[in-house]
């Protein structure tokens, strides 16, 4: 049922407001924080999960259309659980609940607890042992938090240079495409920002909600008419950002996520340089954190994973080269509102994003997908050739098979989210890179049947 960040599907067909009733109801407790994207279907499932949450005999605060980092938020302000109604940045079809627990998204031990109890039939009728019935009032048990989003600007703006974005006033470009509309204009603005909002509608997405180089690309020749110092795009929820300079040129993933941890292990203490990323991580994550005297945790690919790490290490900071970061000081799931931010800080104290991606030199990189009917039986037989091959190298089969070779490294996983399967590599030598992906594509296409 969960996949590497809560419950995702088609909407209609995995994701229905009958499962959106029975999952608030089993997992709520006595109170629970409900937020949504602008998802089409998100207030159909909001409503389910309020019914559900008040047969249950729990009590309601609906957040409205906020990000998801805003709901984790929320749970330690009210101190309950919470579910963020999202797809994050799957396509428009698509939605899902996101359950969260003291600011960050419940563990694999709770997610198979509240499967049980779900495929046991709990709350099938609607009620629950100590409950109510499902024909409650539902506004006689559901209020609403209208501070929620200045408590999370006020957070984010104690975690950052004010002073010094005041002082400098870059000029933004914000392309919100969803929840991080209510907040993340509004916040770079306070903090002494020029912003520029496109794609800011609260009811429809503009572009697709993944914040990728292609789907940015019409930003280009806007940042540069604006004269913009640089841009930040969200996903459908505000958990990712990515970064474009004033050139119009998106930042490469992994050189953004390392400016980011650069930034973060700047002046921190010896027994505060901790960093989590993931095995989908580049070489040069792993160089920033060893030439700033700091540690390493690697963990599979997931927010949920990140944030596990993060707090079982007491690390500073954990990220994914996805542009989904989570601050210690902040909740624990990814935050591109405070990474917004934080990149304002960043330019502003350290100057433009075109000259500064230049310390962070990239080795040639693949990054592609491929869809499939069954990515389970898929990787089963991709792992099985790719240990067949015979190469001589270091083997991780935690998330999909990472393999570690002295001159580059390729890691095949399925999608924790989608119906797709997922190449990543990274070689010293472009050569090296297109033999390797040649052979790789090969085996990964004749197990991939066509969904």
């Known amino acids: 049922m969960f996949g590497t960040s809560g419950i995702r599907g088609v909407y209609g067909q ?22 949504r994207d602008i998802r089409e279907s998100g207030p159909t499932l909001l409503d389910a999960v309020c019914r559900g949450a008040n047969a249950s005999g729990a009590d309601v605060v609906d957040l409205g259309v906020v990000p998801t980092p805003t709901v984790a938020l929320a749970t330690k302000k009210h101190a309950c659980r919470g579910i963020m109604l999202t797809a994050s940045h799957n396509p428009p079809e698509y939605n899902g609940l996101k359950l969260i627990e003291r600011g960050k998204e419940i563990g694999k031990a709770l997610e198979k607890e509240v499967t049980r109890r779900y495929e046991s039939g709990e709350a099938m009728d609607g009620t629950r042992a100590g409950g109510r019935n499902g024909s409650v009032d539902d506004e006689r048990a559901r209020v609403h938090d209208n501070e929620i989003i200045r408590d999370h600007m006020e957070l984010v703006m104690r975690m950052v240079d004010a002073r010094a974005i005041a002082a400098k006033k870059p000029k933004v470009v914000v392309d919100c495409n969803g929840a991080a509309s209510a907040i993340t204009p509004y916040l770079l603005t306070g903090l002494g920002c020029r912003v520029v909002s496109v794609n800011a509608s609260m009811d429809c997405f503009n572009r697709p909600s993944e914040p990728s180089g292609r789907n940015l690309a019409y930003l280009s020749g806007f940042i540069r008419e604006t004269g913009a110092d640089f841009a930040i795009a969200h996903d459908g929820d505000g958990d990712r950002c990515m970064v474009m300079d004033e050139r119009g040129e998106a930042l490469p993933l992994d050189s953004q996520l390392a400016i980011m941890i650069e930034h973060e292990l700047e002046g921190a203490g010896k027994g505060s340089r901790k960093i989590v990323s993931t095995v989908e991580s580049s070489l040069a994550i792993r160089d920033v954190v060893e030439k700033a005297g700091g540690k390493i945790t690697i963990t599979p690919v997931g927010s949920t994973y990140v944030g596990d790490a993060l707090e079982d290490v007491g690390a500073l900071f954990g990220g994914e080269p996805c542009g989904e970061y989570i601050y210690r000081d902040g909740v624990h799931v990814p935050d591109a509102v405070l990474a917004a931010a934080k990149f304002a800080e960043i330019f502003c104290q350290k100057g433009a ?18 869809g499939t009917k069954d990515k389970r039986r898929a990787m089963e037989g991709i792992i099985s050739q790719v240990r067949s091959l015979g190469i001589n190298g270091t083997i991780r089969a935690d998330d999909g098979i990472r393999l570690d070779e002295d001159d580059g490294w390729f890691l095949i996983r399925a999608s924790g989210t989608e119906p797709i399967v997922r190449l990543t590599m990274e070689y010293k030598a472009e050569g090296k890179l297109r033999r390797r992906e040649d052979e790789l594509v090969g085996i990964i296409r004749s197990n991939c049947a066509p969904g």
Do not use: H, W
Request: proline fraction near 8%; charge should be positive; charged fraction near 25%.
């Open 14 to 35: 995995d994701v229905t407001p009958a499962l959106a009733f029975r999952i608030a109801a089993i997992f709520c407790g006595k109170k629970l924080v409900v937020g």
């Open 353 to 370: 994003f075109s000259k500064l991606k230049t310390r962070y030199p990239q080795n040639p990189m693949v990054r592609e997908k491929y």
